[in-house]
């Protein structure tokens, strides 16, 4: 073989040698996993997404970086942030302009006295229900709260703690008892405060704050045998409860007053137990809300996220 010929072949075989060895410039399975979902912010978490090299020497990108999408799922009010969603509302009064219910599932209330509709904790919660300390909301057929666990929430600002038996939301009537009174007490009328039909009492250690808005929250969970007081998100008292929370009479329910028994009008008597200041964002649940979903409806307050989920 000539020196032409030896090195043509020697230069063939290099060339057929090298197309062996080369890779793909980059990784061709890099397929998109399903995108991390977003923590309820909207904010998809995006992935690293790892593709090759491209240097030629055979070594392809594993692909497997977990792209987000930027469409996790917006939080929608209605969840603690995690995916575990609230369960259903069992009345619902969001004071937005007026007191109609807003879940669907329990009773509109009307006007006593000459209560307003003024700003409440942000923006975003709308209006709130503003009363002097002679006028609140009431309404008869009040839809009992069901079953052993119970979850009760409400914003509230206390222009003044004078008198007793100050009320947030009342199912309690002069002459029958209801199921509840939440707000402040009698003995302790500083107190943060709620009393079951039962006679079971817890009490707040601290006196209630005046002159801002403070979030309060009774739960009642029957697995744990407890009746749990929240202010601002965070535990302040703890006792003994025993199931079921028993419906009682009165069928009128009160919020910023004590109603009569049948919910017409508010009690009368001596002590009404009128409100002065504001109250929105009612809430109730046939259900022992968790720490931190309790947490989560405080936060979301300030934020400006109601209880379903929207904001004005």
């Given at each position: 073989m000539n020196r032409f010929a030896t090195r043509f072949a020697y230069m063939s075989a290099a060339l057929i040698l090298a197309a062996c060895r080369t890779g793909p410039e980059t990784a061709t399975d890099s397929s998109t996993d399903t995108s991390t979902t977003?923590?309820?912010?909207?904010?998809?978490?995006?992935?690293?997404?790892?593709?090759?090299?491209?240097?030629?020497?055979?070594?392809?990108?594993?692909?497997?970086?977990?792209?987000?999408?930027?469409?996790g799922d917006t939080g929608d009010g209605d969840g603690d942030g995690d995916g575990d969603p609230?369960?259903?509302l069992a009345g619902y009064w969001a004071f937005n302009g007026d007191s109609t219910e807003g879940s669907g599932t329990n009773i509109d209330l009307m006007p006593i006295g000459d209560p307003e509709y003024l700003a409440s904790v942000s923006p975003g919660l709308g209006t709130a229900l503003t009363l002097d300390g002679d006028d609140a909301a009431v309404g008869a057929d009040f839809v009992k709260l069901s079953g052993d666990d119970v979850t009760?929430?409400?914003?509230?600002?206390?222009?003044?703690?004078?008198?007793?038996?100050?009320?947030?939301?009342?199912?309690?009537?002069?002459?029958?008892?209801?199921?509840?009174?939440?707000?402040?007490?009698?003995?302790?009328?500083?107190?943060?405060?709620?009393?079951l039909n039962n006679n079971e009492?817890?009490?707040?250690?601290?006196?209630?704050?005046?002159?801002?808005?403070?979030?309060?929250?009774?739960?009642?969970d029957a697995m744990a045998g407890e009746h749990r007081l929240y202010i601002n998100g965070a535990l302040v008292t703890t006792v003994a409860y025993a199931a079921p929370l028993d419906v009682g009479e009165s069928t009128g329910l009160g919020v910023g007053a004590k109603p009569n028994d049948d919910g017409t009008g508010v009690a009368e008597q001596a002590e009404v137990g009128f409100w002065n200041g504001g109250i929105d964002e009612v809430g109730m649940y046939?259900?022992?809300?968790?720490?931190e979903q309790i947490s989560t409806i405080y936060q979301n307050g300030l934020d400006g996220i109601q209880l379903d989920g929207s904001s004005e």
């Open positions: 977003g923590d309820g912010d909207g904010d998809g978490d995006t992935g690293d997404g790892d593709t090759g090299d491209g240097d030629g020497d055979g070594d392809t990108g594993d692909g497997d970086g977990d792209t987000g999408d930027g469409d609230f369960p259903p009760i929430v409400a914003w509230a600002y206390a222009e003044s703690l004078e008198g007793i038996w100050n009320t947030i939301v009342k199912n309690w009537g002069p002459g029958t008892s209801g199921q509840f009174h939440i707000g402040l007490g009698e003995a302790d009328e500083d107190m943060f405060q709620s009393v009492w817890a009490t707040a250690e601290d006196p209630f704050p005046s002159g801002e808005w403070v979030h309060t929250a009774v739960v009642l046939n259900a022992a809300l968790t720490p």
